[in-house]
């Protein structure tokens, strides 16, 4: 079974901190994406990655930043975290063009 | 227009019945459509995948896929207080000349005893 981690579920944060997001999947999937999700919005893009060191924007990478230093793992990073970051935060990861595995999601509010 | 469009619901139904759970896509060459289950508070989880045209069966679920009309469905039988939860349809599309899977918002769909 592929197996994507999320490093934390819960997450609370002050105005103002670095955040570091961290996901790791262990099937050697090429792709990995980042989505926040909020009541009424769906899933949103926030950067997705299809390759180590390789990085492109998705819809709403304002505020965000990530990192792919090795395959397996994909960290998002918020610099500056504000209230409006306060969200569900899902990693997901896969082959080209084939089905999308999440890990369990980490729930961050900034306070 | 979104690029994957889905009901929001919510769409009940009693226990014992079938939900037809409907999504409309903008890209033609789309090739790869899923559904995926969310319950709340929770992540999604992948329930069915169809790539061709026509009728895919995997116990009380059945994906529909009309690639012409860009309509793919997902019809669940014998609906049980278990399948409440939210449905994402998601579909495969190059854009920005990567592969990409795009999401609806979801239905809800609440299935009463």
Partial sequence: DVKVTQSSRYLVKRTGEKVFLECVQDMDHENMFWYRQDPGLGLRLIYFSYDVKMKEKGDIPEGYSVSREKKERFSLILESASTNQTSMYLCASRLVAEKLFFGSGTQLSVL | ?113
């Fill in chain 2, 1 to 113: 227009q979104k690029e994957v469009e889905q009901n929001s619901g919510p769409l009940s139904v009693p226990e014992g019945a079938i939900a037809s759970l409907n999504c409309t896509y903008s890209d033609r060459v789309s090739q790869s459509f899923f559904w995926y289950r969310q319950y709340s508070g929770k992540s999604p989880e992948l329930i069915m995948s169809i790539y061709s045209n026509g009728d895919k069966e995997d116990g009380r679920f059945t994906a529909q896929l009309n690639k012409a009309s860009q309509y793919v469905s997902l019809l669940i039988r014998d609906s049980q207080p278990s399948d409440s939860a939210t449905y994402l349809c998601a579909v495969n599309m190059i854009a920005g000349g990567y592969n990409k899977l795009i999401f609806g918002a979801g239905t809800r769909l609440a299935v009463h005893p």
